[in-house]
């Protein structure tokens, strides 16, 4: 495998520290971006908030100085959020896009001229199997993820053969410490009891879900390939045949489904 510079935001913990430590191993130059550092990382830090447009232009700006170059930008910094749609509040929904989707755009921004200088580059934009499936209580999260997929064909199509592979890796659960930082907003008291159930079940399955040492090889394979598709649904076997079963029963049917495996009915 070719020595890549790898750019991983959201790199202090779970996937983004996983994935960036072992590329240091394998002999790659890794960047991890986020705005705090594990004090024995591996890999080389530099504090950004991808929500800061500025910030991220100098911070990708120094890394091209340093190493002249950027092969794979992974953007997987990101947000859960937890809330009925009827009562998150703007502040709480401006927090969770400020990260999930500008903290993309900016990234993208940010690299897509060198790598089209380059006529080479790989970004993996870190997405969720909850893309397709407005899920309860997590409606906002969902949406959020749902834009980065839509996001991610509109830069394949402007960037089309330019040898710059723009992909979405769409997760299902993974045993990360992401409900340390998941946005729970207020939770009125029509929806609290059932909203307290559901929360039981999707902590279980993170707690279930497959570690981010089982991501590596996935994503080192699609970093080196060409000609990707643009979604790659990653997780348990029943989370990645949701998609195909939702267009297969149909709408109405699936949230039959979802209602009664979420505690609804």
């Known amino acids: ?17 996983t994935l960036a430590n072992h590329f240091v191993d394998k002999g790659h130059t890794v960047y991890g971006l986020s705005r705090s550092r594990k004090e024995k990382g591996r890999f080389q830090h530099i504090a950004t908030d991808v929500t800061n447009k500025e910030n991220v232009l100098q911070s990708v700006q120094q890394i091209i100085n340093e190493a002249g170059r950027i092969d794979v930008l992974i953007n997987n910094a990101g947000v859960g959020m937890l809330g009925a749609i009827e009562d998150v509040t703007k502040e709480d929904f401006d927090k969770l896009i400020n990260v999930n989707i500008y903290g993309v755009i900016y990234m993208m921004q940010a690299v897509l001229p060198l790598m089209r200088g380059q006529k080479s580059g790989h970004i993996l934009n870190v997405s969720s199997i909850a893309s397709n499936h407005g899920l309860p209580f997590r409606g906002y999260y969902s949406a959020s993820k749902s ?7 509109s830069a394949r199509l402007e960037n089309l053969n330019m040898g710059i592979e723009i992909i979405t890796v769409n997760f299902g659960d993974i045993k990360t410490p992401i409900a340390e930082s998941r946005i729970q907003s207020t939770v009125s008291p029509f929806y609290k009891k059932s909203y307290e159930k559901l929360v039981q079940i999707i902590d279980e399955e993170v707690d279930h879900g497959l ?6 090889p996935i994503i080192e394979r699609l970093m080196n390939k060409k000609n990707l598709k643009p979604h790659y649904n990653i997780g348990k076997g029943i989370q990645k045949f949701s998609v195909t079963l939702k267009r297969v029963i149909g709408q109405r049917m699936f949230e039959r489904m979802l209602a009664r495996y979420s505690k609804l009915e």
């Open 1 to 17: 495998m070719n020595k890549k510079v790898i750019v991983i935001t959201g790199s202090s913990s779970g996937i983004g520290e």
């Open 147 to 153: 834009a980065i997929d839509r996001i991610t064909e």
């Open 211 to 216: 570690t981010p040492e089982k991501l590596i």
